[in-house]
Structure formats: structure tokens, C-alpha cells
């Protein structure tokens, strides 16, 4: 059965994901599904937000666009090459306009590489420019994720605090000039005050290059100032999909809607109407039958334990899978 | 209402290759009976420190301590380490903010929840046994017989965080502090450890001390608030006074950056520029002044007091908000 009524047909769709499977090996002949069929389209200067618990399958399903994890089955078209076929070559130059940002800036970074190697290192590999080129190159970047060249660029990434190393993980991002950016949880590791600016220079960075982002995250709040569509994934798969706009309007999932209401707000006046979802996801090993979620769904009946709910479209191009979608 | 910790002019500060780094500098702090206080701060701003040093569980050689902390009576800065000792668990108890590395990897949930109780006290196997069934259950943790057997690695973020609430509180601290205990969480399960945490407060009439980056964390959980920046308390006020009247530029910058579930849709975040001031190297004026869109030459000169205004708000700034004086904007 096919689950693509929310696919367009657009000819700007950059990335077009198909029925994509992703399952890891676990000792006792078991099986974990990670990413169980899962479709979706991202067209060109859009913000994709992936959103869901840990254990959802959204780092995952991002490792697996870029094939640094194999999927098990299914298609991934960007810009009309068929990333899963490619051979490893053709693979390598495809990923020069894909690049990831990863959640910890301070791992991600090579502790015995000066700043300036860091973000030369894809251009050296590529052989982009000589060596003066590629340093102006360097700098230019590095000014336009707000750091200082002539003082950071002898300095190694320890020297530095999660907000500039994220800033610095952006610049080598950057450097070979991609389409498409994958953000993998970037601010989750950081103070509040530091995680707007590090949003704020993805938004310019996203004008300034013609971004088109993918930006995975669990919280909502986050979400918010930065996406222009919402994906919200649940156990592997995909619960509801839709504008920025109409998934905070009006969520339709009942997962979305307990997301959306876990959020603390500072205003210690509001009155939390909680959606209540109690307990944890139940293990990928042995996904619940029909509906994954019907196990902390308030709303579910035994159609959910039998059939499983396929996309379907509830408002202008606001796509939910549940039976009973919230009105 | 009686004080259960005070805290008077406590410092404390590390030797570092780089000089002395003073991380809390003079903080003063009464926390009354069964209240429950948010401190808030940006990481660096001190408050773990201080909180660790309230607790006395900075030891270090290149740590000192300085001034008064007063718990449920007891000079808790004057006593031995052993006396102190005494204290945690019964009198005192902490959560860490790293549920996955604070429990033990190798040993059994059960053998974990049942050491307080035997050391602590003094039960027989067999009574710390059903008295840890009954702290499982207390933070609702499902087959809690099943629980005992398993080992940490098993389990959850979220479980393991209620394995450290129910070892917190497994001999009925009187005071509990919990550092950024939702931090490493998902939005869904630190909603279920917050209201668990408040639950339990009210149930077994516990002081707490929620110590967190998150002024949403701290806006629903908490009667009041005392904002940290560079080592020094620079607001405190009751909850519901503080977020409806900050006086703080810090404070109102902190809360304006909060990616906020009500604003617009890809609207453009306010963000507060630069960084904390080098902790061993402080500026003479106000710590935040470098980074104030209100600050005045004053700011940078002159090391601003802790006033008291109405309704025992207090605040460290020359030139508060929501006061008469005007103020140019640089």
C-alpha cells in the first residue's frame, strides 16, 4: 500500500524521499525499525523541521538521505540522481551539495585541527582554488558565521565554547557551497541565549546561500522561528506533515498536539491544557500493531490496533495519519 | 515560616593555571520551608557551583569556600566532612542533570535504591526491599519488582531520571535540589519529571531547588526565582512578580531569547549578544554591561548593589527597568 498523497509534483522539489526503510541488526535475531516507510519532498528554499522524541528515527532518517547509514529499501531523488544507486565515486560528489551539521559542536570538531584547517579541509580535498584563494575563501566564510578571522583562525576548536564551535561547524558546511543542509539537533546542546543566535545565522546564512534546509529537532519551540513545513515522526513513521503555520494552528495528530502543549512556557500565569500522553515510546524492536502510537493515544479504539492509518489530507496541505484526527 | 538554607555571602573559587577564578562571588539566599526556588542563570553564570557548594561537595584542593551556609539550623560551614556527610540523603539530597552517567553502570537499580536506605537508615534487607517497591511506585515507574533487577544501561532517559528522583528522595530529604533535572530530556518526558517532581514536593512537603537554564522550566514549578549572571544573584523576586515586573535587562534579554511556542512563525529571534565576562578576570562595573542595550558609563565603573524594592524584589542594576529615570538607549 502507498502512502504518498502528500508528495508533490512540483518540478521545484529538490529532494524526494520514497518509501524509505532503515532497520539495524540487534542480537537475539531481532530486528529495530528505525525508519519504516517513510515519504516526503523538501522543494527548493524550503525548511523542513523533522520532529519527534528520541528514538523516533529522525537522526536516522537524516544519516540515511546522505547513505552515511544504508537504507534497507526505498528511493532518495535529489536534484534527479538516485543517491541509493550511485556508486561510491558519484556518491562523493553528490554529497558536496548535501552537508550535515551535527548536535554536539564540540565533538564534531577535530580537537588537533586549527580552525583554519577545519573549514579549508573540504575545499583542499576538492582541490577548490590554490592555496590564496582558498584562505580568502576561509575568511569569508568565517565572517559570515560572525567570527572573527584574524582571531580565530591559528586557534583549535577546544579553545572555544559550543556556540563558536557550532559557528564554525556552519562555515565548513559551507565551504563547498551545498544545496541542501541537514541540521541534526544543532542547538539542543546549547544555552537558550546562545541557540537564538545560532538560529538566527542559519535563517541568514539560508538567504545569504540559497539554503535548503532540513532541520531536526525534538523541540517544538524551536522549530517555530526557523521551519516553513513540519514533519512530526513517531516510532519510524510519519504522523503528520504540513506548513509551520497550520501544524501549531491546528494540529491534527494527537501526538502533535501533546508536543506541542510538553512545551514550558515562561509565563508562570498560563494554564497548561495538556494533551495527556503518559509513559514512553514503546521499543522499535516490536512496534505496536495498526497505529504505532495507539498505545498512549487518548483517542484510539480497535480500528487503531488493526488498521494501520495511512497520510491523508485534513486541510490545505496539511497531510495526518490517524483515523480520528483531532477536528 | 522558618529557614530551612540560608546561604550568607558565600564565594567560592578555584585555583586555575590562569589565576583565581571566582565562580560564585558573595551570594546571599533564604530559602523558606516547603517553598520551592528557581535558580536561572546561562551556563557558566555559576549556579552549579553554588549549588554544589551549599551542599559542601566541592572538596577540592584548589577549591576555597568562603562565608556562612546555615541548614535546618545546623552551620553547615563550620561542621566536619564527616557531619556533613551525615546530612545528604536524610536532611539533603540531590538529582544531577546527567541522568545517563549519574547512576552506576554495573550495579542493579535495586542495589542502588536499597544502599540509602540500609546506610542511611539502618533497614534490614528485606525492608529496604519493599520500601524501594514502594519509592518505585511513588515515581511511577511501572513493574517496579521488575525494575530492581535491571541494570541502567536498560533503561530510558526518562526511567533512569525517576530511578534518581526515587534515590533522592528514598529517606525523606527535607531539602532536594535538582540540577537541571530535565535537561537531557525529551519536551514529552520532562513535562511527566516536572509535574512528577512538583507532585512529590507538595506530597512529602519538600523544600526544592530547581536549578535550570530554562526560565519555562522555572515559570510553572517554582515560587520564586533568583536569576544569576557572573557569580552574583542579579534579580530575585516571587515567581509571578518576577516575570510580570523585571527589573533586570539580564533577565528580560534571557526571557525575550526563549524560542517561544506563541510568537509568529519564522520570526526573527532577539538574542543577547557577546558572552559572559571572563571569570577570572572581572570587569570593575556591572558583569553584564558589555552586553546591555540599556548600559551607561556608570554601568561599566561602578559594581552595582543588590536593592530591595517593593514585595521583596530584588535587583543589581543601576538603571532598572520599568523605572522612572529615563534612559538613552546606546
Not at chain 1, 544555552?191 to 535563517?203: F, G
Not at chain 2, 528485606?126 to 541502567?152: D, G, N, Q, W, Y
Request: hydrophobic share 40%.
Amino acid at each position: 500500500m502507498t502512502n504518498h498523497a502528500h508528495l508533490r509534483k512540483d518540478s521545484d522539489v529538490l529532494l524526494r524521499v520514497e518509501d524509505l526503510v532503515v532497520e539495524f541488526k540487534v542480537p537475539g535475531n531481532k530486528v529495530v525499525n528505525a525508519v519504516s516507510s517513510v515519504s516526503f519532498d523538501v522543494k527548493e528554499g524550503e525548511t523542513l523541521a523533522v520532529v519527534g522524541e528520541s528514538g523516533c528515527g529522525k537522526t536516522t532518517l537524516g544519516k540515511a538521505l546522505l547513505q552515511i547509514q544504508k537504507p534497507k529499501s526505498g528511493n532518495v531523488r535529489f536534484e534527479g540522481n538516485e543517491l541509493t544507486s550511485l556508486s561510491k565515486n558519484d556518491l562523493r560528489s553528490a554529497r558536496t551539495s548535501i552537508q550535515m551539521i551535527f548536535q554536539d559542536p564540540i565533538s564534531s570538531l577535530d580537537p588537533r585541527m586549527t580552525v583554519r584547517q577545519i573549514v579549508e579541509e573540504p575545499l583542499w580535498i576538492w582541490s577548490k582554488g590554490d592555496e590564496n584563494e582558498r584562505l580568502e575563501k576561509v575568511k569569508t566564510l568565517l565572517n559570515n558565521v560572525g567570527l572573527d578571522p584574524e582571531l580565530v583562525l591559528d586557534r583549535k576548536s577546544y579553545e572555544f565554547s559550543g556556540g563558536q564551535c557550532q559557528r564554525i561547524s556552519i562555515a565548513r558546511s559551507l565551504a563547498l557551497e551545498p544545496k541542501m543542509l541537514i541540521c541534526d539537533e544543532p542547538v539542543s546542546a546549547l544555552d537558550v541565549s546562545i541557540q537564538a543566535q545560532i538560529l538566527n545565522l542559519l535563517n541568514d546564512m539560508k538567504d545569504r546561500y540559497g539554503l535548503t534546509l532540513i532541520f531536526i529537532s525534538h523541540d517544538l519551540s524551536v522549530v517555530k522561528a526557523i521551519s516553513t513545513r513540519i514533519m512530526v515522526m513517531y516510532l519510524g513513521k510519519v504522523c503528520e506533515i504540513g506548513t509551520t503555520e497550520s501544524i501549531y494552528a491546528k494540529p491534527a495528530h494527537h501526538y502533535t498536539a501533546a508536543l506541542i502543549s510538553s512545551v514550558p512556557v515562561p509565563d508562570p500565569t498560563h494554564k497548561v491544557e495538556r494533551t495527556p500522553i503518559t509513559g514512553e515510546p514503546p521499543s522499535p524492536v516490536d512496534p505496536p500493531s495498526g497505529c504505532r502510537f495507539r498505545t498512549r493515544c487518548p483517542a484510539a479504539t480497535e480500528l487503531c490496533a488493526t488498521e494501520e492509518p495511512m497520510l491523508r489530507e485534513v486541510s490545505d496541505g496539511q497531510f495526518v495519519a490517524c483515523h480520528y484526527p483531532r477536528a | 515560616m522558618s529557614s530551612i538554607l540560608k546561604l550568607e555571602n558565600l564565594k567560592v573559587r578555584f585555583s586555575t593555571h590562569r589565576g583565581q577564578l571566582e565562580a560564585v562571588r558573595g551570594v546571599d539566599l533564604d530559602i523558606q520551608v516547603g517553598t520551592s526556588i528557581g535558580i536561572v542563570g546561562e551556563s557558566g553564570s555559576g549556579k552549579t557551583v553554588m549549588s554544589r557548594a551549599a551542599m559542601g561537595l566541592l572538596t577540592g584542593s584548589n577549591v576555597t569556600r568562603e562565608g556562612r551556609v546555615t541548614f535546618d539550623g545546623k552551620v553547615l560551614s563550620e561542621m566536619s566532612r564527616e557531619d556533613v556527610r551525615n546530612e545528604f540523603g536524610t536532611g539533603m539530597a540531590m538529582i544531577f542533570q546527567d541522568p545517563m552517567t549519574a547512576l552506576n553502570p554495573v550495579r542493579r537499580i535495586g542495589s542502588q535504591l536499597q544502599e540509602s536506605l540500609r546506610v542511611r537508615l539502618g533497614m534490614s534487607r528485606k525492608e529496604a526491599r519493599a520500601r524501594s517497591i514502594e519509592l518505585l511506585t511513588l515515581v511511577r515507574i511501572p513493574e517496579p519488582k521488575h525494575m530492581l533487577r535491571k541494570f541502567p544501561s536498560q533503561l530510558s532517559g526518562g526511567m533512569r531520571q525517576r530511578i534518581m528522583i526515587a534515590i533522592a528522595i528514598s529517606c525523606n530529604p527535607k531539602l532536594l535540589f535538582a540540577d537541571e533535572p530535565t535537561t537531557a530530556l525529551d519536551v514529552t518526558v520532562q513535562a511527566q519529571i516536572l509535574e512528577l517532581l512538583t507532585d512529590l514536593r507538595k506530597r512529602l512537603n519538600m523544600t526544592m531547588v530547581l536549578v535550570t537554564h530554562d526560565l519555562g522550566v522555572v515559570a510553572g514549578n517554582t515560587d520564586y526565582v533568583a536569576v544569576m549572571y557572573a557569580g552574583e544573584i542579579v534579580e530575585q523576586a516571587p515567581t509571578t512578580e518576577l516575570f510580570a515586573n523585571m527589573k533586570m535587562p539580564y533577565t528580560e534579554a534571557l526571557f525575550k531569547s526563549i524560542p517561544n511556542i506563541q510568537m509568529k512563525a519564522g520570526s526573527r529571534l532577539p538574542v543577547i549578544e557577546g558572552r559572559l565576562p571572563d571569570p577570572t578576570d572581572r570587569p570593575p562595573g556591572c558583569g553584564f554591561a558589555a552586553r546591555c542595550s540599556y548600559a551607561q558609563d556608570k554601568c561599566f565603573t561602578e559594581h552595582p548593589e543588590l536593592e530591595v524594592a517593593k514585595d521583596g524584589h530584588l535587583y543589581r542594576c543601576w538603571f532598572p527597568l520599568g523605572d522612572s529615570v529615563p534612559r538613552k538607549v546606546s
